[in-house]
């Protein structure tokens, strides 16, 4: 029993601690599941964690930004306040902590921080542009602030690379409008009355602002956009060169600025025809060709002038905000006016062909609404008439109403415009009303004395001048000389039409006079020329007809027979059948113009045919196509013939 009960609890012990050991190795399993979980979910609180501190980040970023913008939005409308409320320095001050906040903390911060930036230095620059423009003089400390804020613009666009985006290219090219703006209250052909010192100043200040941006001119991006941008800044550098030169030694026609000019002007090809840039370009160049004609008197480029002018006033009509400019409507009238009167001393064929006092009353017009122009924009002043242009204008208009004035029955007196009275206590208008009297009184060498009281136009306004002076001489002949006497010699005619010693009138002249008169039925008074003693006869007294026998009494004449009836035909006779009324289409002078009058004569005398003659041969026999009673003019030519023979022997 004892070895049993010790194998038992050998066994039994045994067993035990087995057990023991078992429970202990599913005891550690336990732990370590138990481990590894607890491990798992350290590891995904850690996560979680992580991950929740990441989002809370993000939203701490973005509700950072979010703040970031409103600042920068709430600066910026604070800064547009105090712009409105003219508060310059508080204006700029806001814009300024727009400039130097730091970045945002998103990803895409950085674009939208540049964005903000660049529209706050671009608000410095305008509101700039008030203080500087609002001044009566250039200050030149104001304007080396401007100039400062511009070198910071446009360094901040070069260091940070800013891609010049459509928002960006439109913005800048408003802000290069206001910096440097059109000059439409002062022309290139009109400085004698504009503040030099101070223009001067304001186009330094424009060349300098615009060399700020050259460096865009290098960019080769293909955005039309960016090429607009560019078109802008080159123009600017150009006008600011032009008007410098104009202001200091007045000359601006040199092959470089001639061709930069013209190339401008012909159009900028991403832009449409109503964009300002596009009518500041044709402006300048036709004030370029206005200042041409008044140093010279003549257009070179006459076609590109032409085309400058149909499209700025088409440019104009499309707009009812520059048809309201009067700037440009000076800048177009006179345009059209210059037009007119270089087609006229250029005789151009198809301008011809428009009638005369036509286009005299086109002329008149044009002056006219120069005047009324000017006189809106305070220009047109009794102090104002002593520049060229402004003289060129009033004395277009005077000279240009006389001319009508004298072929209408509404006498209009021009110095009854509201335009003309503002400036009737000037030199110019005393002396153009002096011109006026001579005129209506047909006194030729006063009339011509006075001209030569305003020596300046006597090359632009040339032709205009050479016209009063030949309607002057054409009244006088018929109102005063044809009417006093019945006969005069050619001499004493030309003397009494003398305009002056230095302006001789020839016999020609006169001569031309005279057939003008005819051929336009303008002779108030029949005459008629005896060139052999240069003579002419005036009067109805003068109408009789120069053989002694009549036209009806020679064509009832019957023809001869018999060699008896040819002695009673008369030599005279055969002197009138050579006269031109013979021909059964008389060519009369009153009823066409010179030309057909002229190709008449020559068909008369080249076309010819061998008529019968009483049924003889023809050999031999040549008579104009035209002439009546053939057969008597060959008669009449035997007559002759044989009296002559007869004397001889």
Known sequence: MSDEEDNYDDFMLSDDEGMESIEMEEESGDEDEEMLRLNEEDDREHQDRDVGQHLQHVQDSLEEDHKEEDICEKLFEQGQNFKRDEQYKEARDSFLKIYYRGE??????????????????????????????????????????????????????????HQINKNVSELLSDTFEILAPKWERVFLFDVEKVDKENMICRIKFQKNFMDQFQWILKKSDKNSKLKNLQYIIRKKLLIALIWH???????????????????????????????????????????????????????KNRSLFEKCIRNFELMISRSLTFSQESGLM?????????????????????????????????????????????????????????SLFHKFVLCGFIFTSIILEAISTDKINPFDF???????????????????????????????????????????????????????????LWKKIARLYSCISINDIIMMLQISNDNEMTRDDLLTILMRSIMKDRSMVYFKLDLTSDLVYFGDENKVMLPRCSKEEFRLTGSPKDDGSTANARLIDFEYVNDVGIYSNPTRIKTKSSKEFFNTLRKSRETVKLPKVNDQSNEDVFLPSYVKFSNKYLELTKLVTNNLAQNIT
């Open 330 to 386: 000076v800048i177009l009238y006179t345009s059209k006016a210059v037009w007119i009167l270089d087609s006229d001393s250029e005789d151009d064929i198809s301008f011809a062909l428009v009638n005369y006092y036509d286009r005299k009353e086109e002329l008149k017009d044009m002056f006219l609404h120069i005047l009324k122009h000017l006189e809106e924009m305070g220009k047109f002043r009794e102090r104002d008439i002593t």
């Open 104 to 161: 945002f903390s998103c990803d895409d911060g950085m674009e939208r921080l540049l964005a903000w930036k660049f529209k706050a230095l671009n608000e410095i620059l305008r509101l700039r542009a008030a203080q500087l423009y609002f001044q009566k003089n250039c200050t030149r400390d104001l304007a080396l602030q401007v100039l400062e804020d511009t070198a910071t613009m446009s360094v901040f666009l070069q260091r940070m690379d």
């Open 418 to 476: 509201e335009q003309v009275k503002i400036a009737l206590g000037s030199p110019v208008v005393s002396v153009l009303k002096n011109v006026y009297k001579c005129f209506t009184q047909l006194e030729l060498r006063e009339l011509n004395a006075n001209i030569s009281r305003i020596p300046e136009l006597s090359i632009v306004l040339s032709k205009i001048i050479q016209d009063i002076y030949y309607l002057a001489q054409t009244l006088k």
């Open 245 to 299: 030169r104009r202001l200091t030694t007045g000359d601006i026609f040199i092959p470089e600025i001639s061709s930069q000019i013209q190339n401008i002007a012909r159009g900028n090809e991403h832009a449409s025809i109503e964009d300002n840039n596009d009518l500041e370009s044709v402006s300048i160049l036709l004030q370029y060709y206005i200042l041409e004609f008044m140093k010279s008197a003549r257009i």
